[in-house]
């Protein structure tokens, strides 16, 4: 894959208002990028304010996004979109990436539903990605969603992820423990999942850790430490697609500073030792 | 076996698959779980929303959810979630959204007058 498409390169974090503080002090070089929800921050003033600016002027930032909807049948905020385009404006934000899911009807439910995997779905979502795109004036990502029951089912999720970015050719977002938790969850194959996904598309990737409800049942909570087989999962990507921007997710149990860097810099690892691969595959 | 033909020859209306979905998730006492799908599935899909709502309230009002104490409490965050349409895509408005509820939807509020009052603390 064409590394230079990327926007940056490295390992990313999530964002969380708690830790605001200890990276503008710390720092951290291992950090390349981070991450925030727009839906969290467009509307913060004061000093946690000044102190995202402080941070969006040091560092590399994407916007990832939570209230867009982009499968729901209420219709797409426009209004919303204009607020979320000028906020990436002022903070030199270059990158939008959004949930291949919905999170409203008749009003905001505030977390993500599974749309339908039906063919209708794929074209009523597919021309509202599109529509965004226009209303943006740039390429969005769309992340895969963890899901715990897919009602209505008229395809497989990899068919329908597919062709909803074909149709409205958008970028994606991978999210690696999705894939994992979602094969548990609905008992695929992850790797089989992985050599399906359309990688020339891929802008980033998202790795995190999840809870065990039960050994066929899986929650992504963004609230542990990242198990094995999504660390097998990643390196197995970065094995068949080269190597791609990668940020860890943590929102809840969040421990301190130093065991968050500890993980990005397992990812850091993976990416060099991956990256030295594929250059003496290629030399 | 003929039924069950029948099943997947329909085509499948994926907005009306939605409606059901989200109006369980929003009421689960007045609305059926969607038919296709595990139960056990669905209803962690209604905790977690209920907790991570409940989550933002219980942040914000403090003060009502003490006074009013747990059960009470429990009883109009469901309430809330059940009947209010909020329209604000910003987290940090949905404490307006509460308001908006208390002051337009809330049958209870009848019974503690003090309560809108109470919830800018």
């Given at each position: 894959m064409d590394t230079t498409s990327f926007l940056f390169e490295g390992a990313g974090l999530g964002l969380r208002r708690q830790l605001i503080h200890q990276f503008l002090e710390a720092q951290p070089q291992e950090v390349s990028f981070f991450e925030v929800a727009p839906e969290n921050w467009i509307t913060i003033g004061g000093k946690y304010g000044k102190a995202f600016r402080a941070m969006t002027d040091r560092f590399n930032f994407i916007c990832h996004g939570l209230s867009l909807s982009l499968g729901s049948t209420d219709p797409l905020d426009k209004t919303f979109i204009l607020e979320v385009k000028q906020f990436m404006k002022e903070h030199n934000i270059k990158l939008y990436s959004e949930h291949l899911s919905y999170c409203s009807k008749n009003g905001h439910l505030y977390d993500l539903m599974p749309i339908p995997f039906t063919s209708e779905a794929v074209s009523h979502v597919a021309e509202r990605i599109k529509r965004v795109q226009e209303i943006m004036e740039q390429k969005i990502a769309v992340e895969n969603v963890s899901y715990y029951a897919a009602p209505g089912q008229e395809m497989s999720e990899i068919d329908f992820f597919n062709a909803v970015v074909e149709e409205a050719d958008c970028n994606i977002l991978i999210d690696i423990n999705n894939i994992y938790v979602n094969s548990v969850n609905h008992q695929y194959d992850a790797e089989t999942f992985l050599k399906a996904i359309p990688a020339q598309r891929i802008a980033y990737a998202h790795i995190a850790g999840h809870y065990k409800v039960a050994e066929d049942f899986l929650v992504d909570t963004h609230g542990a430490d990242i198990i094995d087989p999504v660390w097998r999962l990643l390196g197995k990507a970065y094995e068949l697609y080269g190597v791609f921007p990668t940020l860890l997710e943590r929102d809840f149990n969040l421990p301190p500073l130093a065991d968050l860097l500890t993980e990005v810099n397992i990812i850091r690892s993976m990416q060099s030792t991956w990256q030295t691969q594929h250059e003496k595959r290629y030399a | 076996m003929k039924n069950a033909m029948h099943k997947t020859l329909e085509p499948v209306d994926f907005k009306a698959k939605q409606a059901e979905f989200a109006a369980y998730i929003r009421d689960p006492d007045k609305n059926p779980p969607p038919a296709d799908v595990k139960e056990q599935r669905v209803q962690m899909y209604r905790e977690l929303f209920f907790n991570n709502i409940e989550g933002f309230l219980s942040g914000n009002f403090p003060v009502l959810k003490k006074i009013l104490g747990e059960s009470q409490w429990l009883t109009l965050a469901e309430d809330f979630f059940a009947k209010h349409q909020c329209q604000t895509p910003h987290f940090s408005e949905i404490p307006e959204e509460f308001l908006d509820y208390l002051q337009?939807?809330?049958?209870s509020s009848e019974d503690y007058p003090f309560m809108l009052e109470l919830a800018h603390y």
């Open positions: - | 337009n939807e809330c049958n």
